[in-house]
């Protein structure tokens, strides 16, 4: 077992993989204010949007709008999805400082989600890894499925290794592991990593847990024994799960703070600006926090004698 490491990174997902998901949706004006909220909290690295088509995913479609709006802060990196040639193309012209592309561990459910097996989605990447390096653009590689898909069960490590050295080869400079379901639990996780940490540095990997079944904090941490630094996550929880109703999906970031606060690992962020800034969207969503940290931090209610 490692020892903790004594910083870690947090990658804030929740203006694009939150938003993307959630039914309510936001103006242009307030997701620009969102991303510069989230900067001012001192989180590094920022996913701003997402240059998808806006027939499939309708909530991104002010991407380039939103990076054109904000003010960008100093030292923060502002992130984007990227599936395709085109929509890379979008993001360099937005000014995204870094894109992402991602692949399935599961081959049904690269089917059902992109429509191709998973050696067509890595196909479609190749143009935009050269294009990137040309651009001098880094390029994160996101892995989902990695503990459990909704059509074909448990996934064995072997399959996320494999498609995880395929978009390191192509240069991918960090692969992001996601519990897209939020099945895993902390022994999943450790067996994961033992896996992919014969073959990867501590520092080459980050994870992005939900939390649909309340084990991301858990898995969290268990990827913290092995050494991880970087973690994936979102402001209030934003962005449900869509395979399973009524649950939650990303891990909230506030919840991911308190518990680095607790270890004594520095994150930079300020836990009570981003509580603030949690609450803020959530009104703006017109519901309440999914983060347990700002619900317990919500000012009481004022009941008259």
């Not at 309708?58 to 991407?63: N, Y």
């Not at 892995?143 to 290794?161: D, N, T």
């Not at 520095?266 to 926090?289: A, M, P």
């Amino acid at each position: 077992m490692n020892s903790f490491p004594h910083q870690v990174r947090i990658v804030e997902v929740g203006p694009r993989d939150g938003l993307q998901n959630e039914k309510t949706p936001l103006s242009t004006a307030d997701k620009i204010v969102l991303v510069e909220r989230l900067a001012g909290c001192g989180l590094p690295v920022v996913e701003t949007g997402s240059f998808v088509s806006p027939r499939w995913v309708p909530q991104m479609a002010d991407s380039a709008e939103v990076f054109s709006g904000i003010e960008r802060a100093s030292g923060v990196r502002y992130s984007a999805l990227t599936p395709n040639m085109k929509g890379f193309e979008a993001a360099l012209k937005a000014g995204a400082d870094e894109v992402a592309v991602f692949a399935a561990a599961s081959e049904t459910f690269s089917q059902k989600n992109i429509n191709c097996s998973i050696d067509e989605s890595l196909q479609r990447f190749t143009p935009v890894m050269a294009a990137a390096a040309q651009a001098g653009i880094p390029v994160r590689g996101y892995v989902s499925c990695v503990v459990a898909c909704p059509y074909e069960g448990a996934i064995a490590a072997p399959a996320v290794l494999s498609v995880s050295q395929k978009l390191t080869d192509m240069g991918c400079y960090e692969i992001s592991l996601g519990d897209t379901i939020g099945a895993g639990t902390a022994g999943d996780i450790k067996r994961l990593l033992d896996v992919m940490l014969r073959s990867y540095a501590v520092n080459d990997l980050a994870m992005h847990c939900h939390d649909t079944y309340g084990q991301a904090l858990t898995n969290i941490y268990a990827a913290l024994e092995q050494g991880l630094a970087c973690f994936d996550s979102s402001v209030a929880g934003l962005g449900g799960c869509p395979y399973a109703t009524g649950a939650t999906g990303n891990v909230a970031t506030e919840d991911v703070i308190y518990l680095m606060n607790g270890l004594g690992i520095e994150t930079g962020v300020d836990l009570d600006l981003l509580i603030e800034t949690g609450n803020w969207i959530s009104d703006k969503l017109q519901r309440r926090t999914n983060s347990r940290v700002g619900n317990a931090r919500m000012p009481a209610p004022h009941i008259d004698a």
